[in-house]
Each structure stands twice: as structure tokens, then as C-alpha cells.
């Protein structure tokens, strides 16, 4: 059986009987890599003899082009001369970086003479052969086309050609028809031609629709859970002063994590409205840590490097108790990017205020959010923060990595509390949330959280119950 792009070849040669791959494409307009494919069907099944052959042909370069509209150099500079001798260096100026071109060319094909300093054509008007080829490369003789392809003007190019001849003349009734229309049944043509046999089996296209990326939507699943829990979201921005990422949490402004490889600085100031926040900062600053604290530091911009700093604006917001906050956001440390270290990464800070907030049910609550993200057991070990006293790092367990650090978390010290005239309890914590997703999604490589790759993108799927 012939399909019909088949028949369509054959019929065309019935007549011809030998034709080659270009002209079919260009006769019947089907493309010619589908053309060649057809022809070797053709072949093997008896209809038609082949023979392959390459052919040279030229194309013109990207130079070529520029000159084919606008002229060649050595025409330009005749013509533009007029039969007048002209000063070098006037024509220097004119033809700018065609003026070498120009020169040796026409020298070389001795329509000029140069003598001190002054270019003499020895003809009035030129057109050199090579541009006019340019415009018809096919009819170009072999010189012109070699000195086209010394200049750079073109480029030789090698397609292959199919040579076919019919060796068995078709028959209507070999036709396969996929296609059965109004038209053919009205006249009776259906008659003429086999059905195809339909392929029940064969796929459908395969399309792929838009989704989330995988990391962001483990991220809203970790805020869904934070606010299933009663926790309103705040947000502030990457650039944040010194203050509010450490003054505020009265870390001192000596402190290691300040030091200029630990944070990204920003240029510029800030500025803080609330002179009596900053004058109580200064005060316990100056107190318990016993230096001499200054302003122009604390308001010196850097990109936050703890989502901490929106738990310390939060404070100087002084809002009444009780208050359950949290934030979600990018950080930004300077780091040797490796499988497990990044320099900008995410971090869900919190804090509670209440009247009676204990220490107990700030562990109680970490549990839980924990137990939400899938992590069923958790265990706490001391540590220290410079603002929480008492401090925990909470451990949790994974399947596949065993214990893994998973926050740090406290009771936030009476000096910040006292500086912001809160007085109930605070607890507050910091979740690193990049290790989290890495356990959920299950990869063992940091940077796969950012993966352009994008199969692995559309097969990665979230599943947290
Ligand atoms: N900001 C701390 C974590 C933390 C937050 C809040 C309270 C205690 C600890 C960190 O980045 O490691």
C-alpha cells in the first residue's frame, strides 16, 4: 500500500521519469528532509532506482551580504573618485575601515597608481565581476567564485542529492487513504483507493502543562502549616540595617558574625525614626556588653543574614501580647557554594508573645511544627544565641540522614525585651528550611533546590501529609 505523500511522488515521476530529491520538494512542496525518507520507502519497495549524490553550492557570508548592498570597497572607491586623483589620506577618512580593502584591490587589479600620496584611477567607473556574481552566485564561473571565497564573500556548502528514476508505475489502487472526504463519497472516487487501517494503539501527543517548581511549593506547604497554627506572616526586605539584624538582638557590635567576611555589605545608611529605641539599645549595649556602642555602625545596610532581623522589627513595632508571628524568607551569607552550603538560602522565623509563655510550650510548639512538616521525632540539646537565654538547637530525625541540626530557638533575653518595653515573654526561633526540603524531596545535593535542568524540574513532586 502507497500512502498519500507516496503516491504523490510517484505520480509526479509517471510522467517525468527521473526527476531528484530538490525538485520534488520544490514541486510539491514537501520539505526535503521528509522527501528523502519517503523516496528510500519508495525504494524499498520496488518503485523507484536511486542514486546518491553531494553537491557543492555556495552561500554568501555574513560579509558577503554587507557587500552585496552596499558594493565592494575598490568599486566604491573608483566610482566615488570619478576619474579625479584624490590625496590617501582624504580617502582614508571616507572609506574608514575599508580604506585597506579598497586600496590593495584596486592596485592589485591595476585600476589605480598611487604616487606621493595621491591615488590616480586609470578608469572612471567600475563594477568588479565578484559583485556581480554576489547577486547570482549559480551563474558564476569558476574565478569569480574562487576569488569570492578568498575574499570571505562565500561559503562552500555540500548537500546531498537524491537522483530517482521509476522502475514500476503505480496504480491508483495501491493508494492507502487515511483522508476519506464529502467529496469522494459523492462521486464514487472512494472506490478507487485501500483505507488505511486505522492505529487505535498509537500515543497521543504529549504535552506538558505548567506547574509549581517543587521548591517553591514546599515553601507555601510550610506556611500553610505555619498559619494552620494561628501564626500570622509578616515580611520585610533583603537590605536591612545593622540594627535590626544585630544591635536589636543585642549582639554587640564586636561580635565574630559581624566581622566583614561574615555578611554581605550594602552601601549607604539607614535611617531609625524611633530616637528612644535607639538610645535604650545603646544603653544595654553599653551595660552588659561594656563597650562603647556607635550609631554610624548599627546603620550601616547589609543583606539580612538571619530572617531574625523581621523578629527584631516585629519587637520595635512593640506590639501588645499576645502574638504569634512568623516569617519566611531568603538570607544571605558569604559561603563556598558546595553540595550543602549556600550563599543566599531560606530561613522561617518566629516569635510568640505572651503574658505566661513558657519555655516548656515554646518546645511544645516547635514540636508540633515539626511533627506537621513529618518530623515525628525531635530532640532538643542546649546552645547559645546572643539573643535567647535559655537557647536549644532542636535535632531532628530523617530517615535517610539520621539526626540533622533543624533549629536554633530561646527565650528571648530581658535586655531586648526591656529595650522595646514588652513586658510579657517572648520565645523565638530559626528554621534553616533548605535542609527540610532537601529531606522531603529527597536529594542529597543543595544545589539540585535550583536545578535548570528541565526534566528533573517537571518529575520532582511534593508530597507532604
Ligand atoms: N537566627 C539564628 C536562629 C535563631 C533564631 C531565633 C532564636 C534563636 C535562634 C540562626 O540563624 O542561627
Known sequence: ????????????????????????????????????????????????????????????????RKRKESGLPEDILINSLNGQEKDLNEIKNTLDEDFNIAISWAKRKGLIEIKEGKVIPKVKTYTSPEYLALSNLEKADINTINLLKKRGLIEEKERKIVNVELVKEPK??????????????VSGEWKKYKFRKYNVEAFPPYYTISKKHYFREFLEKVKDIMISLGFKEINTGYIEMEFYNFDLLFQPQDHPAREIHDSFSVEGLGNIEDKELLSNVKEIHEKFWKYEWKQDITLRLMLRSQT??????????????????????????????????LIEFHQLDGVIIDDNF????????????????????????????????????????????????????????????????????????????????????????????????????????????
Not at 318 to 337: C, E, M
Not at 367 to 384: H, M, N, Q, V
Open 1 to 64: 500500500m502507497l500512502s498519500e505523500n507516496e503516491a504523490k511522488i510517484l505520480f509526479f515521476l509517471k510522467d517525468l521519469k527521473r526527476t531528484n530529491s530538490i525538485e520534488i520538494s520544490t514541486k510539491i512542496g514537501i520539505p526535503e528532509s521528509s522527501v528523502l525518507s519517503l523516496i528510500e520507502l519508495l525504494r524499498e519497495k520496488g518503485y523507484v532506482k536511486t542514486e546518491i549524490i553531494s553537491e557543492k553550492y555556495y552561500v554568501l557570508t555574513e560579509e558577503g
Open 172 to 185: 491508483e489502487s495501491e493508494i492507502g487513504i487515511s483522508n476519506l472526504t464529502r467529496e469522494m463519497i
Open 308 to 341: 531574625t532581623a523581621t523578629t527584631a522589627r516585629v519587637l520595635a513595632s512593640r506590639p501588645k501580647a499576645p502574638q504569634k508571628v512568623f516569617t519566611l524568607g531568603k538570607v544571605f551569607r558569604p559561603d563556598a557554594i558546595d553540595a550543602t552550603h
Open 358 to 465: 513558657t519555655f516548656r510550650e515554646l518546645l511544645g510548639v516547635l514540636k508540633e511544627i515539626f511533627y506537621r512538616l513529618g518530623i515525628k521525632e525531635i530532640k532538643f540539646k542546649p546552645a547559645y544565641f546572643p539573643f535567647t537565654e535559655p537557647s536549644v538547637e532542636a535535632y531532628g530525625y530523617l530517615e535517610k540522614l539520621g539526626w540533622v541540626e533543624m533549629c536554633g530557638a530561646g527565650l528571648l533575653r530581658p535586655e531586648i525585651l526591656s529595650s522595646v518595653r514588652i513586658d510579657s515573654i517572648a520565645g523565638a526561633w530559626g528554621i534553616g528550611i533548605e535542609r527540610l526540603a532537601m529531606s522531603f524531596l529527597n536529594i542529597s545535593d543543595i544545589r539540585l533546590l535550583y536545578s535548570n535542568n528541565i526534566e528533573y524540574i517537571r518529575d520532582m513532586k511534593v508530597k507532604i501529609e
